[in-house]
């Protein structure tokens, strides 16, 4: 720019502000030939603004203010304490620039996260890098921890990586995420103990002294996650039975009012398997089962490791749990087909039936389709005899085979699940298949960012499972 005086439209103040694109360079040189060198520049440069014929929109800037969109020209100071000073009085005295000031909750009313996050149409996440997942979902708005912890190892390379992510976002957020943070750390020792190796808990117990425990409103947290740790690897507190649990059924037979008097050799002919109640074979099923859904842990549902060649290892109560359910089949199956007398056999389907809806009573549902499915294999539904003599146990048999029929997605057993209460054995093999269409039906990323919305649904079907344990 020449040395003249500033032409018509440009006007003098006392400060200038950088605030992005809508910025024109524009400087003043004084007569006497100052360099546009800022450490040479004379301090009486001054700053060069060009009014705007209209008003334009407002917008937020990072530092929670509104303000005008005004095009500013650059000004050169001789040194930062200047810079410093000389904004700090534009920011004192220039109502024309700023038009109102409001505090702000964080530095996220500007969309930094530009280039990093796909939103879905509801303004939930659909996609977005690993270090915009944990800013956001450490944020209330969409707060899950659950989420994050059974979802985790699709976002991280290995839990250690899911702890550094936690432990810089402690670092940098605010003191409301700080708490999430900590909030996050003891659900998942809670959730998933097994994902705590020795590394993973020497790495944890750093972090604690020396990013939480300094903070004094995490030191509660700090305490808590400490505690939580200190029972790692220690058996759980014994389950206390209430009072009120029902005593066991004994066997109906009338040789058991002499068992006391009878020799050892002999009790065993007195007293066999089908004449114990069908209603005690329902509960005593339901505790085997129940000891072994309690056993299940999240990251065996991960990437279908339950389905792969080595799964008996990187998911062994999931495999247990299916093996149990298919020996339940099996033995249905090979305890009617092994009878040779009609009656007999009439007598175990009748009794296997009875303990079908007894375990439908109890909410059972998982060994209820281990027994429908011997039921229903084909060596047993050929025995049209058999069948023919049930009677009125075939009503009930297809009753509960129409309530757990695959038709409609398990729609009759899905509803029917949302309206009973706990305690409760859900069915395995549903959530199975729902884990397996998601994992198949959608990729990892989107765009070159992780599928967070696929995180979303897995972990909608994880939390049925587990929700019962």
């Not at 095009?71 to 410093?84: A, C, M, V, Y």
């Not at 049930?390 to 029929?405: N, Y």
């Not at 699940?417 to 990892?444: C, H, M, Q, R, W």
């Amino acid at each position: 720019m020449t040395d003249e005086a500033p032409k018509e439209g440009l006007k003098k103040i006392g400060a200038s502000l950088s605030f992005g694109s809508a910025i024109s360079t524009l400087t003043y040189t004084p007569k006497d030939g100052g360099s546009n060198n800022p450490a040479q520049s004379p301090r009486s440069s001054i700053i060069l603004v060009q009014e705007s014929p209209k008003p334009e929109p407002k917008r937020k800037t990072k530092f929670g203010f509104t303000i005008k969109k005004t095009r500013i020209g650059s000004f050169l100071f001789k040194s930062s304490k200047e810079r410093n000073d000389t904004i700090h009085d534009m920011f004192s005295s220039s109502s024309d620039l700023i038009e109102e000031i409001s505090p702000s909750s964080s530095s996220d009313n500007i969309d930094e996260d530009e280039g990093e996050v796909l939103w879905e149409e509801d303004n939930s996440i659909k996609a977005a890098t690993p270090r915009v997942i944990i800013k956001k979902m450490t944020q209330e708005k969409f707060a899950d921890n659950e989420l994050l912890i059974y979802t985790y190892k699709y976002i991280y390379n290995s839990a250690a990586q899911f702890l550094e992510a936690l432990d810089n976002r402690l670092k940098i957020g605010t003191a409301a995420e700080g708490s999430r943070v900590c909030s996050i750390i003891k659900q998942w020792i809670e959730i998933a103990p097994l994902d705590f190796d020795e590394q993973l808990v020497t790495a944890l117990t750093k972090m604690v002294e020396q990013s939480i425990m300094p903070i004094d409103h995490l030191k509660s947290y700090g305490d808590q996650i400490k505690h939580s740790l200190s029972l790692l690897g220690k058996p759980a507190p014994e389950k206390i039975i209430p009072s009120s649990f029902p005593p066991p059924l004994l066997p109906t037979v009338d040789e058991i009012d002499h068992i006391a008097i009878m020799e050892l050799s002999d009790i065993g002919e007195a007293v066999t398997f089908w004449s114990i109640p069908s209603k005690e074979i329902a509960r005593q099923l339901s505790l085997i089962e129940q000891d072994l859904y309690f056993k299940m842990q999240p990251y065996e549902l991960v990437s279908q490791r339950w389905a792969k060649t080595d799964g008996a290892s990187r998911a062994p109560n999931v495999i247990g749990f299916i093996n149990h359910f298919n020996k339940v089949s099996a033995w249905v199956c090979s305890e009617i087909m092994k009878e040779p007398d009609l009656a007999a056999r009439i007598e175990k389907v009748s009794t296997l039936i009875d303990t079908a809806q007894h375990l439908f009573n109890l909410n059972n549902f998982n060994a209820l389709m281990a027994v429908l499915a011997g039921l229903h294999s084909s060596p047993v539904h050929r025995l049209k005899r058999t069948w023919a003599g049930v009677g009125k146990s075939r009503e009930i048999f297809d009753t509960l085979t129409e309530f757990m029929s695959s038709q409609r997605n398990y729609h009759q057993y899905r509803e029917h699940l949302n309206k009973v209460s706990p305690p409760i054995i859900p069915y395995l093999g549903v959530y199975l298949s729902d884990l397996t269409f998601i994992e198949d039906g959608n990729p990892a990323e989107i765009q070159g960012l992780v599928n967070f919305s696929k995180c979303k649904q897995l972990s909608g079907v994880m939390k049925k499972i587990f929700k019962w344990q």
